[in-house]
């Protein structure tokens, strides 16, 4: 597939950025990520009413060159696991009683700032949005679901988790700026840019939330979250569409 992006050089004062030459050297300069995208999926997960039980698990590799007529040379990959226990099963509403849990695991390799890797808001809940960046993450997430009561189409959820992930980069931790140049990019890792091995790169957060599932309707599932991230002074609401 193909996009497009605008933008300038520099990026995050927060991690590292990636500055792609263009030929003209301009600060705004039109890209074009032109990249070959391989998938992979098993699946034994039943959805009833939005209540889950068996397993999932889902890859994806996208190899971006510029001789597909892109403007990146770059390479990411992921792959997740996701499980799902459901207790007291009931056609009318799907299961009383629902366990949830997933783990992923992801990396870039010269990928531009936009493709780098990412974490927090829906993902970790108790964070902003976006808030972590790097370029290896490890994800984490234990939910449960419990069924509180229906009236007619409409099911009304109470849930409970505990989200986590890892996210550094492979490069990081120098005391002092690290530039590493290739023909077709440069990337600068301030001193700041968390390594593996730094607490700063582990997040965790708790939390509890109301979820409301229409019936019959392709929607599916809003909520609405209460998180706290630990090292964060107060926690956060976030409003989730599935999940």
Known sequence: GQSWYIGPMAVRRD???????????KFWNWRRDAAVMLTLQIKRMYDIHAMLH?????GKVD???RNLGGSFDYVTWFVKYRHALSFLRNPSYGARLMLE????????????????????????R???SQQFVGDTRTMTR???KVHMFKVGWFMFRAVAFWDTAWVYFRNGGSQQALLRQKPTHRRYYLPWAPKASDGRSFHSGIGAGIRLYVKGISIGTLGVDIAYGFGTDKPRFIVMLGG
């Open 15 to 25: 991690g590292a950025w990636v500055d792609h030459l263009s030929e003209k050297g």
């Open 54 to 58: 068996g397993f999932q698990i889902d």
């Open 63 to 65: 190899i971006a060159n």
């Open 101 to 124: 849990w997933n783990a992923s695991h992801a990396q870039s390799h010269s990928a531009p700032y936009y493709r780098e890797l990412r974490a927090g808001g829906t993902d970790v």
């Open 126 to 128: 108790g964070y902003v």
């Open 142 to 144: 234990i939910q449960l």
